[in-house]
């Protein structure tokens, strides 16, 4: 998990301005979360990923328990990727013809 320092007038890296507050990214991850569910895919998933790695950005940690779910959404999300990327290079193995 990256942790970036935060400036008065500047945001760490993970922040997204279009999400301002922990509430708005986590409706974000609800919203995604239910398409993965009706359509379970790489993209969808990588979306989600990347929606769970933005709420661990110290502007987000508005309250322990907020930290608590990013870390732990981080490590689900993460789990998820892995086994897509899994499946992904048993049904397609490496071949140096298709590199």
């Known amino acids: 998990m990256q942790?970036?320092?935060v400036n008065a007038d500047k945001?760490?890296?993970l922040f997204d301005p279009e999400l301002p507050t922990a509430k708005e990214v986590m409706a974000a991850m609800c919203?995604?979360?239910t398409q993965y569910a009706l359509n379970p895919t790489l993209e969808i998933a990588k979306?989600?990923?990347s929606l769970a790695h933005k709420l661990t950005a110290p502007e987000y940690a508005e309250?322990?328990?907020i930290v608590e779910i990013a870390k732990r959404?981080?490590?689900q999300w993460d789990e998820v990727l892995r086994e897509h990327?899994?499946?992904e290079t048993q049904l397609m193995p490496a071949?140096?013809?298709l590199q």
Do not use: E, G, P
Request: charged share 5%; with cysteine.
């Open 47 to 49: 979306s989600a990923s």
């Open 95 to 97: 071949s140096n013809t």
């Open 63 to 65: 309250t322990k328990l």
């Open 73 to 75: 959404m981080v490590f």
């Open 11 to 13: 945001h760490s890296v």
């Open 31 to 33: 919203c995604v979360a």
């Open 85 to 87: 990327l899994y499946i």
């Open 3 to 5: 942790i970036q320092a």
